[in-house]
Every structure is written in structure tokens, then in C-alpha cells.
């Protein structure tokens, strides 16, 4: 048997050393493999090599990796792949495989650690601590190359086995350096005596702790020195509270707090929270309810309920004495008005005087009986009655505006007549044509100056606004004033002020100020306030009923405004279409715009602006005493202060009209004026053709009579020229002096030779008469009169011809 097996021996080595005469290549290798693969007789995974000369099963490349780990305990997955030498991908899905079947591996960060490995680092780690004594997690991380998380984890379960020692706020400590600090706290807690922040604390460890152990010391966390203080609260060896973690106050300094707290309760029945907050108690009114339940805990303070007894017994006397008290006078000093008032309201007399109606708390501490203010209020009352109050008493417009010649200060005397002269004239003329339908002539009395006196006049507007604006200053001021106290005291409300209310208060109870109160306004606006709104209410009633009185003199007043607005809107558009013979030529054009918007114009606004404000009044139930509107003509300022103090809309609507008033369009005038009746409920006619018709005869007709009665000559010739342009253009004209000249020319292609040249020769003769009155000054004068004198009977033996002229055209247009 032995001889046979030894054959057999030989055999094998015979054919293992005999060379095959058939070689298979790589390529058919491979392709074998994968033959075997397709028909399912190689049944398994194979791997191919990083060189891709050699094949490797998944259960192989497992076992080589588990026998790197075991060998090394650490390895990173790419020192894997190269010492398999098989791609870092299937080594990576290989080794997770084994990590997920092995609970004592892990895979972090692309290494594969073992528990073993772990152990002997966590025995290396606590030989360093040992040495030592402290060590910062930190630093243990970085030479182990992983996080700090990950090495807290690995060691909390290893503390008090493999590692000695205490892990706090990322610090590993021995127990001998942990009983150490632990002594440090205890000691420095015990000598705490006041409240203290447990930080400041930590700190103050800290610092001594880095000057013992010197260089090599690590610092330490504060959440240490806390972990180890919050043990040695709980096991009792320091007495005391720690409150929101890091407030630490020592029993000793509690015990003294509540020692002072009682004694000056007792002594004093209140304690304020200031005080508490001094003594260190930073929620004092919880601290106090929960000692002294019975207590009354106010704003400012603690007080015990004889707080209540006293106060009680003061307020009821003056209750019943009808007279008054402040509760601070009787409360200590420290109490605030707000304390008083609560303690007020808690007193049993207050509360049964308030049910009945016998007094009243103002001003948080003070306390009134009703029947003190009942006769406070019945004397402020009665002087009422008697006394002027803004609102109350009735005021003419002749007290608050001024008459017509301070009015006009800034205008020459010219501009005065000429003024007046065509308001005066226009208004009748406006009568006869709304009645009968007669007019009389607004021809002005001194209109002939117009070329001596062109540079006076030109600087009329200028003067006149001067004097507009320091009118608003001085005599215009009681206008505006009363401008201003009509929006301040809108509604009727506004005449009784607190200040009012006040003054009238101290007058006739002069003991609130003998008292010696520091501020006597403190009680005073308080009662002040109470009694305003009762004061109001009586001023209503008696506007209400003042209201009344005023309903049928609101009527009466609208219905005369409505016909002198109707008279002198229908003279206004009269006149307005004279101006359009002369819109060829601007200059005259605007003189004579401004013209009529100063005479006509201004009557028409004054007069709407005055009736107005006395509606108003009267609507708001203030007593007017009526009188003549008419004989008031008022500044610039005085129509903006009217204006201003109308009701809003209408108020907006009227100073649009005033301003248009200075402009130099009469159709912004008559616009802006249309919109102010509108707003005003008045209804404004329109000059048709046939009123037309009527107030042109009524005007031809008054101004013929003026002139064969008239034997001024300078007055003639404005009412010649008017008559003239009735007669021969069919227009009214009102011009000024300044604008006589271009009239006159305008005339030139209507009347003969002869007569235009008499027209010019009687124009240029009183020119030259009002430039000699003009300049007759000082020494000159008697030298002077002479001239004018002469120069005047000249001008007179020319009325005859002048007249004569006008019936001669009059003849020829009938």
C-alpha cells in the first residue's frame, strides 16, 4: 500500500513538473470567468484588484479588513484600500458591513475604531491626568485627531473605571483637584455676608487658581465652580438662596432684611418699595403679602390697614364740615397722589359720601364735599352773568373794526372820495334799477387828476399795503384777535378755559393760596377741570336760548343782505362790460380793473364779510347788538381776519375772494364771489339784456342830471366822460384819474372835430389845475393860489361848452 501511494507521489510530481504545451492567456482567463459566471456554476460575487490581475470575494476582502482592525484597533478606510489593494468604493461598502454586524466597531470621519483601541487610549488619558490633574478635553481631542463631542461620549462611560477622575464644562479633573476647588467654593461661600452674583465670584476662583498652579494651569469653567456649589447647597453645608441660578443670598443677610422690614413696619404702620429695594428684596410687594397678609399693598408702598383708620377720620370731619382735604397732608410724606387715592377709596366715609352723592375724589388726593363745589359752582355762575367773557358778551363790529378813515390809511384823499363817492353812487343806482328801474350816476367827484397825479396814484398799492400790513400789528390787531379766538374757541366752547375757571376759583376762595401749598395749582386744576364742563354746559343753555332769540335777526339780516348783494353785483357786472373796450390796451386796462375792484369791489366785500360774521355769532348764539354795517369799511387785514373766522368751508372760500379783491382781473373777483354766496345759500341775479337796458337809462339819466347841476369843474369832467361813453358806446365806465387820458382818446373817432378838441382842451386845463394845487407849497403858496385861481375861471368858461357838447351828442345818438 505505501509503494502504491508512493507511485502515486511520483506521478503528481511528475505532472506538475511537465510543461503543458497548452497556454491560456489573460484575455481568455477573463472571458472564462465570465462564461462561468453566465452559466451560474461560479454562483458568487468577485471583486476585482486594484491591478486588475487578480479576483477577490467580498467574504475575503471582510476578512482582511476585520484583520486590520484587529491588528491595529484604528484604520482609515483609504490605508485599507491599499493594503487589499482593492478600490476605495468596495472597501467602503465592505467596511460598513462589518461595522453594522460588529457593535464594538465604529465608522466616524473615514476610520473604523474598535473598543479596544478606545480602552487603551482611555488608560493613556487617565496616566496624563494623574500627572496633571487636570486636562482640557480640547487638547485631548486634537492629538487623538477627533472631535471633542466624540471624546466626551467615549469617556463619560469610562469615568471611575479606566479614567480616574470628573468631567465638567470640557475639562477632565482628578478627585483630589475636585475636592480642592470644591473646598475653595465652600470657603468662599461661607464668608459671603450680602447678596452677591455668583459670577463675580467664579471669577474671583478663577484668578486665584491660575496663580497657584502658573503656566501649566488650564482655566476653569464657571460651570464647574456652579456644578460643585449648587452640591454643597443641596447637601446643606452653606446656608442661603440662589435665585435664577446665579443670585446667591446668604441666610445671615436674610434673616438681617426681614429684622429691618419688621422693625420699621411696626414703628411707622407703611414701608415703601424704594426702601425694600435698598435693603436688596427685588420683588418687595410679593416679600410683603406673604409676611403681612392683612397689609394694603399701593404703588409706591406697603401700608397696614391703620393706614385706613386715620385718613377715615380726617376725611369724615371735612365731609362734614362741607369743606375739603388733601389726603397727602394727613398721609406720611413718602405716599405718592396715587397711593392716597387707593387708600381713599378704601376708607368707609368716602365710599358712603360717594353712593350718596356728598363727595367727590379730583386729582387722586384730594376729596371735595359736594355741597364746597355746589357753592363754588353757583358763585362762578353768578359772576358769569355779569362779567365779560370772551363769547359771551355781545360785540358790534363797530368795537372791532375800524371806520373807514383809519381803514384807508395809505390811500390819499383822492382815492378816498373817489372811493366812497362810487360806492355811495353805485348803490343808488343799483336801488332805482331793481325798483323802478332808475339809476343814478357813479361818476367820481375828483377823477381829473389822473395826469399830474399819475406818479401819487401809482404808488398808491404799495403805500396801501404797508399800511395793510401794520394795521395787522396795531389797530387791526382787535381783529385779529378776534380771528384767533374764534378758532381757539370753536363750537362756543373754547371762552371757558381751566385757566378762566382757575383765576376765577383763587378770586373767590383766596384760602387755597394762604394754605401755603407749595403748588396751588395741584388742587386747583383738579377742580378746575370738574367744573369746566359744568360751566359749559350752563353756557350752552344759555346760547341755546340766546340762539333762539338770534333765529329771527339771522332772517332779517340774510333778507338785507340778499337785496344789497342784488345791487350791487347787478352794478358790478354793469361796469364790468366797459372793460372790454379797452383790452387792446393792457395798461389801461389794468388801472381800470383795479379801479373797480377798489370801489365797487371792495364795498361789495365788506359789506358781505360784515353781515357774514354777524350770522355767525349770531348762529353760535351770541348776543349782537345790531348796528349800521354800512358805515364800516375795513383793511386788508381786517377782511383776512374776517375771512379767517368764518366757518372752514366757507372761511377757505372767502379768503380766496379777499385775495382776488388785490388782484387784477375783476373776473376773478366776480368768480370767487359767485362761490361765496353759493357757499353762503344767497343766490347772486345776472345782468340780462333788459336790467341791462334799465340801469344804463337809469345811469344816463342820473348822470345828466349831475352835470347840469354840477359847477365843480374838476368834478365835470369824470361825469362827462361817463355820460359820453353811455351815449355814444353804450357802456357804464368807471375810470380813475390815471385812466382819463386814454378815455378821452378813445373817444376821438365818435365825436366831431370841434367837440373832441373841446373835450381836449377842458381835459388838459384841469391836468394843469390839479398839478397847480399839487405843487402849492410853503412861501409859494399865495403866489400859487393866484395861478389856481385863474386857472379855475378858465376851466369855468369852458363848463358851457362842455355841457353843450354832451346834449349836442346826446341829440345826435337820439
Not at 167 to 184: D, F, H, I, K, S
Not at 397 to 425: I, L
Not at 516 to 542: C, F, T, Y
Amino acid at each position: 500500500m505505501d509503494e502504491e501511494l508512493l507511485e502515486l507521489q511520483r506521478q503528481f510530481e511528475f505532472a506538475q513538473q511537465a510543461k503543458s504545451t497548452v497556454r491560456l492567456s489573460e484575455r481568455n482567463v477573463v472571458e472564462l470567468v465570465q462564461k462561468l459566471h453566465q452559466l451560474q456554476i461560479i454562483d458568487f460575487d468577485l471583486l476585482h484588484t486594484i491591478t486588475g490581475k487578480e479576483y477577490i470575494t467580498p467574504e475575503q476582502l471582510r476578512n482582511e479588513i476585520v484583520a486590520e482592525i484587529n491588528k491595529l484597533g484604528r484604520i482609515s478606510l483609504i490605508d485599507l484600500a491599499d493594503s487589499t489593494g482593492v478600490d476605495l468604493y468596495h472597501v467602503e461598502k465592505q467596511a460598513q458591513h462589518v461595522v453594522s454586524h460588529d457593535s464594538s466597531l465604529m465608522l466616524i470621519n473615514g476610520e473604523i475604531i474598535s473598543n479596544t483601541y478606545w480602552d487603551t487610549a482611555a488608560e493613556e488619558i487617565n496616566e496624563r491626568l494623574q500627572e496633571c490633574s487636570q486636562i482640557a478635553i480640547a487638547e485631548i481631542a486634537g492629538q487623538l485627531q477627533v472631535g471633542s463631542e466624540l471624546v466626551v461620549s467615549i469617556l463619560e462611560p469610562r469615568l471611575g473605571t479606566l479614567v480616574k477622575g470628573r468631567l465638567e464644562g470640557g475639562q477632565l479633573y482628578t478627585p483630589a483637584y475636585v475636592a480642592r476647588v470644591n473646598a475653595m467654593v465652600r470657603g468662599a461661600a461661607r464668608g459671603i455676608f450680602v447678596p452677591m452674583n455668583t459670577s463675580a465670584l467664579w471669577n474671583t476662583l478663577q484668578s486665584l487658581l491660575q496663580e497657584m498652579d502658573g503656566a501649566v494651569g488650564v482655566a476653569v469653567d464657571a460651570s464647574f465652580f456652579q456644578s460643585l456649589f449648587n452640591g454643597l447647597v443641596k447637601e446643606g453645608e452653606i446656608l442661603g438662596s440662589l435665585r435664577a441660578g446665579v443670585h446667591w443670598t446668604p441666610s445671615v443677610f436674610a434673616m438681617a432684611q426681614k429684622d429691618c422690614v419688621d422693625s420699621f413696619f411696626s414703628q411707622n404702620s407703611f414701608i415703601t418699595y424704594d426702601a425694600m429695594q435698598k435693603l436688596g428684596i427685588p420683588q418687595p410687594s410679593q416679600f410683603l403679602q406673604s409676611r403681612y397678609p392683612d397689609g394694603i399693598s399701593l404703588d409706591t408702598a406697603y401700608a397696614h390697614p391703620s393706614m385706613i383708620e386715620m385718613l377715615d377720620a380726617a376725611v369724615e370731619d371735612a365731609i362734614e364740615r362741607n369743606s375739603w382735604i388733601d389726603s397727602l397732608s394727613v398721609l406720611p410724606a413718602s405716599l405718592g397722589s396715587q397711593d392716597a387715592f387707593k387708600i381713599l377709596s378704601l376708607c368707609p366715609s368716602v365710599q358712603a359720601a360717594q353712593k350718596s352723592n356728598r363727595a367727590l375724589i379730583l386729582g387722586d388726593s384730594y376729596i371735595f364735599s359736594n355741597g364746597f363745589v355746589k357753592d363754588l359752582f353757583d358763585r362762578i355762575e353768578k359772576e358769569m352773568e355779569t362779567l365779560s367773557i370772551p363769547g359771551l358778551a355781545g360785540a358790534g363790529p363797530v368795537d372791532e373794526f375800524r371806520v373807514a378813515k383809519d381803514a384807508k390809511v395809505g390811500y390819499d384823499s383822492s382815492e378816498v372820495n373817489e372811493t366812497s363817492s362810487d360806492a355811495g353812487m353805485s348803490k343808488q343806482a343799483s336801488e332805482k334799477g331793481s325798483k323802478k328801474k332808475k339809476g343814478k350816476s357813479s361818476g367820481n367827484s375828483k377823477m381829473a387828476q389822473a395826469e399830474t397825479g399819475a406818479d401819487n396814484q401809482e404808488s398808491v398799492p404799495s403805500k396801501s399795503k404797508k399800511g395793510q400790513k401794520k394795521g395787522k400789528v396795531s389797530s387791526g390787531s382787535q381783529a385779529a384777535d378776534s380771528k384767533s379766538g374764534a378758532r381757539k374757541d370753536e363750537d362756543s366752547l373754547g371762552a371757558i378755559s381751566e385757566e378762566w375757571v382757575i383765576q376765577k376759583i383763587t378770586s373767590l376762595n383766596p384760602d387755597f393760596e394762604e394754605q401755603g401749598l407749595d403748588d396751588p395749582e395741584m388742587i386747583l386744576l383738579p377742580l378746575a377741570r370738574h367744573l369746566r364742563p359744568l360751566l359749559v354746559n350752563s353756557l350752552k343753555e344759555r346760547r341755546k336760548a340766546a340762539f333762539t332769540e338770534n333765529a329771527q335777526k339771522m332772517k332779517k339780516l340774510l333778507d338785507n343782505l340778499q337785496k344789497k348783494l342784488d345791487e350791487s353785483f347787478l352794478n358790478m357786472q354793469l361796469y364790468e362790460k366797459a372793460l372790454d373796450l379797452f383790452e387792446d390796451d393792457p395798461t389801461t386796462s389794468v388801472l381800470l380793473h383795479k379801479h373797480l375792484l377798489r370801489t365797487t369791489g371792495t364795498s361789495m366785500i365788506d359789506t358781505l364779510l360784515l353781515n357774514l360774521d354777524m350770522h355767525n355769532k349770531l348762529k353760535n348764539g351770541v348776543p349782537v347788538d345790531p348796528q349800521n354795517l354800512e358805515s364800516i369799511s375795513l383793511s386788508a387785514g381786517d377782511r383776512s381776519a374776517l375771512a379767517k373766522s368764518l366757518p372752514r368751508v366757507l372761511s377757505a372760500k372767502a379768503i380766496a375772494t379777499v385775495e382776488a379783491l388785490e388782484g387784477k382781473r375783476v373776473e376773478s373777483f366776480m368768480s370767487a364771489l359767485r362761490e361765496v354766496a353759493e357757499e353762503s345759500g344767497l343766490a347772486l341775479k345776472k345782468l340780462d339784456k333788459k336790467l341791462e337796458r334799465t340801469l344804463l337809462h337809469s345811469y344816463r339819466k342820473d348822470l345828466t342830471s349831475q352835470i347840469s347841476a354840477e359847477t365843480d369843474p374838476v368834478s365835470l369832467l369824470p361825469q362827462v366822460i361817463s355820460l359820453l361813453y353811455v351815449q355814444v358806446h353804450g357802456k357804464a365806465l368807471q375810470a380813475p384819474g390815471r385812466a382819463i387820458s386814454a378815455a378821452v382818446a378813445r373817444l376821438k373817432d365818435k365825436l366831431d372835430d370841434s367837440a373832441f378838441k373841446t373835450l381836449v382842451d377842458y381835459q388838459s386845463g384841469t391836468v394843469s389845475l390839479l398839478a397847480l394845487m399839487s405843487a402849492a407849497t410853503g412861501d409859494e403858496e399865495d403866489c400859487a393860489s393866484d395861478r389856481i385861481l385863474t386857472k379855475r375861471e378858465l376851466l369855468e368858461e369852458l363848463i358851457p361848452a362842455l355841457k353843450g357838447l354832451v346834449l349836442s351828442t346826446s341829440q345826435s345818438q337820439t
